[in-house]
């Protein structure tokens, strides 16, 4: 059983920083891929970072330069951190584990593991 749980959330300022952690077992990290998303009030669910069981790491364009995905193993913990936070950030973050195709990274149909999510609330 994959299990994700996501911590971390907050309110903060325009401009600040916050980190988001998803801890998962050692084996999904080893076996799947984990991504970020969010979704705001009214919207759809979008895509916000994916790490890779590569390794490797992909961003949405709204957040490239902005947020850092990291995963560290021995703590069996994915984050994210948010630099330079703007309102338009403010959503429920979720992680997600997955096996998809590089071309469907950012589809969250192809992602098999959620955590329940956490709030993030930037203000102006």
């Known amino acids: 059983q994959v299990q994700l749980v996501e911590s971390g959330g907050g309110l903060v300022q325009a401009g600040d920083s916050l980190r988001l952690s998803c801890t998962a077992s050692?084996?999904?990290?080893?076996?799947?891929?984990v991504a970020w998303f969010r979704q705001a009030p009214g919207k759809e669910r979008e895509f916000v970072a994916t790490i890779r069981a590569t390794s490797a790491t992909y961003y949405a364009d709204s957040v490239k330069g902005r947020f850092t995905i990291s995963r560290d193993r021995v703590k069996a913990t994915v984050s994210l951190q948010m630099d330079t936070v703007k309102p338009e950030d403010t959503a429920i973050y979720y992680c997600?584990?997955?096996?998809?195709?590089?071309?469907?990274?950012?589809?969250?149909?192809?992602?098999?593991?959620w955590g329940q999510g956490t709030q993030v609330t930037v203000s102006s």
């Open positions: 050692e084996s999904t990290l080893r076996d799947y891929g």
């Open positions: 997600a584990a997955g096996r998809p195709i590089l071309s469907a990274i950012r589809n969250p149909l192809m992602y098999l593991y």
